[in-house]
């Protein structure tokens, strides 16, 4: 689903980071693609209108549905969207990546969450859009996107991307981060945290600075390869992909 990552084994060129950039591009261009059309169509003032009917659709259906289980569940998420969690889960990962010396899935991992923190607050202070009423956990800035979502769909699935070799791990891995990415983002429109369209606009958000950075920085990857490999460079690059490969194609 994601590419291919293995771990680097002493002085053996770390493994590129996609297995199939192609296919990556095509990926990150439609998620990136879906991400700014839903941010253009909350910043209209004609669709914003139309999309809040459907949040305050949404909304009515949560508060009719909650039910004490299903809100301690959502308030663990709460917990685990937090800064106070996030962050030393995000500085774990990036220290057991550079205790293995994969420094460009670090850079993959570090990157996408680097992006994603530059880009929530401007946001969120651009859109300025008021919070639903009622929230049963407690809240501060602007409620578009949700800041809960983005962080756990950016740290899941740029985790995948830089942990896990590829193939049918990583497609089960991934699905799993996507699957997590989204109970997040309903647990915040549960709460009445955020408005469901603020959240379905985190969850795409972060998943496309995962993705956008890890298309980057195997690109950069690649061509500092062949720099170094300019005789042969393609069937040297196909060793080193050779053990994804052979992994993607079980």
């Not at 899935?105 to 919070?131: C, N, Q």
């Not at 983005?150 to 899941?156: E, G, K």
């Not at 690649?222 to 069937?235: E, F, L, Q, T």
């Amino acid at each position: 689903m994601f590419g291919m990552s293995a771990p680097g084994t002493g002085g053996r060129e770390e493994e590129a980071l996609l297995a199939s950039p192609r296919s990556a591009a095509f990926l990150t261009v439609g998620v990136a693609t879906l991400t700014a059309v839903l941010f253009v169509l909350v910043g209209l003032h004609g669709t914003l209108l139309r999309a809040q009917r459907i949040d305050n659709a949404w909304l009515r259906l949560m508060i009719s549905g909650r039910a004490q289980p299903l809100t301690v569940i959502a308030k663990v998420f709460n917990v685990l969207g937090l800064v106070y969690v996030t962050l030393p889960v995000r500085i774990a990962l990036a220290g057991f990546l550079a205790l293995r010396r994969r420094w460009w899935h670090l850079a993959a991992f570090a990157g996408a969450v680097i992006m994603s923190e530059l880009l929530i607050g401007p946001l969120k202070g651009a859109y300025d859009r008021p919070r639903p009423p009622g929230s049963l956990v407690a809240t501060s800035g602007g409620s578009f996107p949700s800041g809960h979502a983005v962080a756990a769909s950016v740290t899941v699935i740029a985790a995948v991307i830089a942990l896990v070799p590829p193939g049918r791990r990583r497609a089960l891995w991934g699905a799993v981060a996507v699957a997590f990415a989204i109970l997040m983002g309903l647990s915040r429109a549960y709460l009445a945290a955020h408005w469901l369209s603020d959240a379905t606009a985190g969850i795409l958000l972060g998943t496309s600075c995962a993705l956008t950075t890890a298309l980057v920085t195997d690109r950069l990857q690649r061509r500092r390869h062949a720099r170094k490999n300019p005789a042969g460079r393609d069937a040297d690059l196909d060793d080193v992909l050779a053990p994804g490969h052979a992994e993607a194609r079980g």
